[in-house]
């Protein structure tokens, strides 16, 4: 199985991942979060990206000290100076987390950080299932998906649908 804590699959993935690669190892992305255990998560590190899909980032951070991590990301540097970036604060599941997003380059990058460890987090969870599932599936499950992708429907409802799950986002879970 691929080490997705690792960003060096995408060195050998397809041309959008080695792009992706190039990208986050200009801007020194991974290095500058490090302190909050970042890690690649969603549809272009499994291959079922579409044209518009962003690069999302999850991180851990004690949310107690939200001021401190948006100080770090500023001081880091990570992105350009004259980077748009837009922060929000949302409830998932109970749970409060921060959105960045931003422009790197052709990559919408979505840093997504909530207060548990970033291999707990729902969107790794969720990956891993997926990523077993297109293994198990093959090939023909894979462009079903990414053709569902491409009608607007979401990466867990385009399982789901397939899958007959009653509800993807908790059922993916269990895989």
């Given at each position: 199985?691929?080490?997705?804590?690792?960003?060096?699959?995408?060195?050998?993935?397809?041309?959008?991942?080695?792009?992706?690669?190039?990208?986050?190892?200009k801007?020194?992305?991974?290095?500058?979060?490090?302190?909050y255990?970042?890690?690649?998560?969603?549809?272009?590190?499994i291959?079922?990206?579409?044209?518009?899909?962003?690069?999302?980032?999850?991180c851990?951070?004690?949310?107690?000290?939200?001021?401190?991590?948006?100080d770090d990301?500023?001081?880091?540097?990570?992105?350009?100076?004259?980077?748009?970036?837009?922060i929000?604060?949302?409830?998932?599941?109970?749970?409060?987390?921060i959105?960045?997003?931003?422009?790197?380059?052709?990559?919408?990058?979505?840093?997504?950080?909530?207060?548990?460890?970033?291999?707990?987090?729902?969107?790794?969870r969720?990956?891993?299932?997926?990523y077993n599932?297109?293994?198990?599936?093959?090939?023909?499950f894979?462009?079903?998906?990414?053709?569902?992708?491409?009608?607007?429907?979401?990466?867990?409802?385009?399982?789901?649908?397939?899958?007959?799950?009653?509800?993807?986002?908790?059922?993916?879970?269990?895989?």
């Amino acid at each position: 199985m691929i080490d997705f804590t690792n960003l060096s699959y995408l060195k050998s993935g397809n041309e959008r991942q080695k792009r992706a690669y190039e990208v986050l190892k200009k801007y020194q992305i991974f290095e500058k979060l490090k302190p909050y255990s970042p890690i690649l998560a969603g549809t272009i590190p499994i291959e079922i990206d579409i044209e518009n899909s962003d690069l999302d980032i999850i991180c851990e951070v004690d949310l107690k000290f939200e001021e401190d991590f948006l100080d770090d990301i500023a001081m880091s540097r990570l992105m350009p100076g004259d980077t748009d970036v837009k922060i929000e604060n949302i409830i998932i599941n109970g749970e409060k987390s921060i959105v960045l997003n931003f422009m790197l380059e052709e990559f919408s990058i979505e840093i997504f950080a909530q207060n548990k460890p970033s291999i707990e987090q729902n969107a790794y969870r969720h990956m891993l299932a997926e990523y077993n599932i297109l293994k198990e599936k093959g090939e023909d499950f894979k462009y079903k998906i990414i053709e569902l992708k491409k009608q607007g429907v979401k990466t867990e409802p385009a399982f789901g649908l397939l899958m007959g799950l009653k509800n993807p986002y908790e059922d993916l879970l269990k895989f």
